[in-house]
């Protein structure tokens, strides 16, 4: 049976290591298991930037942070950019979405080609060329979404239920508090658990599903949880205790004069000083672990669908995530640093044809990284690679047994310039990045502005804790790490106006087009 269908499954914010099938002692999580077994678990997979939008955008387009240039959460990815979308319309097929995408539309670009109407172009472009299904981003109030809409018609009297309902609790004395304030996470959510976040969408996706028949489709199924605000429903807000959470990995070193100017200056933010108390870890852990395994139990009615469906025969599923987050880990909360607990996500993936039998129930550890998902789509549905674009490489080879030369490192971006660290620092607003390569055995990364790079010993120190950024003895392994990033930085795709069967016509063919210069 050939594949005729794709379920591209993402978690926003989930940890690579809150798996039971990834190792964590408490956290059961049997139907992202059942999907392990069935597939491919790649334990070493890595996004291209710690922060949701520029992840996503190149989970959707193939491409570096650097090459699509949407580098922050609402930075918009150009008019100009191809998506998964597009390269699917091409072949006459559309993507669709029940989720969240973070997309943000490129006003400015869609001005200039006057596309501020309502006509269908302006819509998916507005969408980065997701078809929706349904919508939800789960950030901040959306009064006017489907999903407000739909709360109303259940009951929530509110002119916005997701703030009244969805991320509100109340105490003992029948007070509503605020999910905002984490504190309250020890509490259900108002919401009731087949009305939350991650059952709406979950629901939406099953009579997408349903509504296929036979015809072919790719799903983009994107859950919000286990984003925050971190508020469970009922009853999984109390399936965990502190005692069944992994413990906080952080070294005094961290918190030490040495440590580097911005790492520094992170430590500093609201956030991350309010996971350096003891109850706040031992609050929102267990509210994390609980909205894990409610996206696992939603995920066994999507796997119960798909055979009833006989979706299990024909379907490519992806499973993964946007990145992590810190949960108190080297001091911090939130995410967008270079720690393997942000950069490091759950990557699962399953092929449905007999050539991936043999791989089946086993783990690769080969390096994946969030540019491979459009490139290995492609390769699934036969649409053309697109190598002009395409900066990611299918990993269907891996998963039919052949062994193709393979990357040795990954790499990952950040843009800073938008975070308080900078004001903090005396920095003016302009270009602040940095970025990450990652070996097996060496963690390297470069800052712009004159601050000193970063290095981590991952064979001697996988927990990352001594930045050995100013160690002068390693100067030859950061000379080795930057000339790796250099040579990353030249194998970038910015000519992305012609194909290359289109550049190989225009080769030397000045004479064709009756320019003569040169001759004698």
């Known amino acids: ?229 971190y508020v469970a429903p009922a009853p999984y807000h109390a399936l965990y205790r502190p005692e069944h959470c992994l413990p906080v990995r952080r070294h005094p070193a961290e918190r030490g004069e040495g440590a580097h100017p911005v790492f520094r200056e ?53 499973f993964t995530s946007d990145h992590g987050d810190y949960l108190g880990d080297h001091w911090l909360g939130e995410k967008e640093l270079f720690h393997d607990c942000i950069q490091k996500v759950p990557f699962l993936l399953y092929d449905p044809t007999a050539a991936a039998d043999a791989t089946r129930g086993t783990e690769d550890p080969r390096l994946v990284e969030a540019v491979d998902v459009v490139p290995t789509i492609l390769d699934a549905l036969g649409c053309d690679p697109a190598p002009h674009l395409i900066e990611g490489r299918s990993l269907l080879p891996l998963l039919r047994g052949e062994a193709p030369a393979w990357r040795e490192a990954v790499f990952s971006e950040l843009d800073w310039t938008f975070r308080g660290a900078r004001r903090r620092l005396g920095l003016p607003v302009g270009q602040h990045y940095a970025w990450m390569v990652r070996t097996g055995r060496w963690k390297y990364v470069h800052w712009t502005g004159g601050l000193r790079p970063q290095l981590f010993d991952l064979a001697a120190d996988p927990q990352e804790f001594h930045d050995l950024g100013a160690e002068s003895s390693l100067e030859g392994v950061r000379e080795e790490m930057r000339r790796r990033l250099l040579a990353w930085f030249c194998g970038l795709k910015n000519r992305t106006t012609l194909t290359w069967p289109e550049a190989e016509f225009r080769t030397d063919r000045h004479k064709a087009a009756g320019v003569f210069y040169g001759e004698w």
């Not at 930037?49 to 990815?77: D, E, K, Q």
């Not at 870890?281 to 798909?306: F, K, N, S």
């Open 1 to 229: 049976m050939s594949i005729r269908n794709v379920l591209f499954v993402m978690c926003d914010q989930l940890r690579w290591d809150h798996l039971s099938c990834a190792g964590h002692p408490h956290l059961r999580t049997p139907n992202i298991d059942a999907l392990a077994r069935r597939g491919v678990r790649f334990p070493n997979a890595f996004v291209q930037s710690g922060i949701c939008g520029p992840s996503r955008m190149s989970f959707y387009t193939g491409r570096y942070v650097a090459s699509h240039g949407a580098t922050h959460n609402r930075v918009p990815l150009s008019v100009g950019e191809v998506t998964l979308g597009w390269h699917l319309r091409e072949s006459g097929r559309t993507l669709a979405l029940a989720g969240k995408t973070h997309v943000l539309p490129d006003a400015h670009g869609m001005r200039r080609l006057l596309l501020d109407g309502q006509h269908d172009l302006a819509a998916l472009l507005r969408e980065g060329w997701f078809t929706l299904v349904d919508r939800h981003d789960g950030h901040h109030a959306e009064p006017d979404s489907a999903y407000a809409h739909w709360l109303r018609a259940r009951g929530y009297d509110s002119p916005d239920p997701w703030t009244d309902y969805v991320i509100a609790v109340e105490d003992a004395e029948g007070r509503v508090l605020s999910g905002w304030k984490m504190r309250n996470l020890r509490l259900p959510a108002r919401v009731r658990e087949e009305h939350s976040e991650t059952a709406y969408t979950t629901d939406r996706a099953l009579d997408f599903m349903a509504r296929q028949g036979d015809a072919p489709w790719v799903l983009h199924l994107s859950y919000v949880k286990p984003h925050w605000p």
């Open 266 to 318: 992170f430590q500093n933010e609201e956030v991350a000083e309010s996971f350096r108390s003891e109850e706040a870890i031992a609050t929102i852990r267990p509210a994390y672990q609980g909205l894990v395994r409610q996206v696992d139990d939603h995920l066994g009615r999507v796997w119960e669908a798909m055979e009833r469906l006989g979706r299990w025969r024909d379907t490519l599923v992806i």
